[in-house]
């Protein structure tokens, strides 16, 4: 897996969707030893990161008061986490 961008010249040499690629895939990797979370789940991450990379406006895609909105809704409230904890990050660099 490729290494996150640290520097601001890093950070204008990848695309948002690639560094939503790579968040994704450090947060969700495969034998890390987390619990696998749904692909519900997955897409309120991923819409998240969206949004706050491209302004992209959220919305979810299922049904309010499903367990797939549910499991949308707690994915997004993970993905402002990683995009906070990638902000500091960005911060640090500068």
């Known amino acids: 897996m490729a290494m996150l961008p640290t520097t601001k010249a890093d950070r204008f040499k990848q695309t948002?969707?690639?560094?939503?690629?790579?968040?994704?895939?450090?947060?969700?990797?495969?034998g890390s030893g987390r619990m696998h979370r749904s692909?519900?789940?997955?897409?309120g991450v991923r819409a998240i990161l969206?949004?706050?990379?491209?302004?992209?406006?959220l919305g979810c895609p299922y049904k309010i008061?499903?367990?797939?909105a549910d499991a949308f809704f707690a994915g997004?409230?993970?993905?402002?986490?990683?995009?906070?904890?990638?902000?500091?990050?960005?911060?640090?660099?500068a």
């Open 16 to 30: 948002p969707a690639e560094i939503i690629a790579q968040l994704l895939a450090k947060a969700f990797c495969p």
């Open 39 to 43: 692909d519900e789940y997955k897409a």
């Open 50 to 57: 969206l949004t706050h990379f491209v302004g992209k406006p």
């Open 65 to 68: 008061g499903t367990s797939g």
């Open 76 to 93: 997004v409230d993970e993905g402002r986490t990683i995009w906070a904890e990638y902000q500091r990050v960005q911060e640090r660099a």
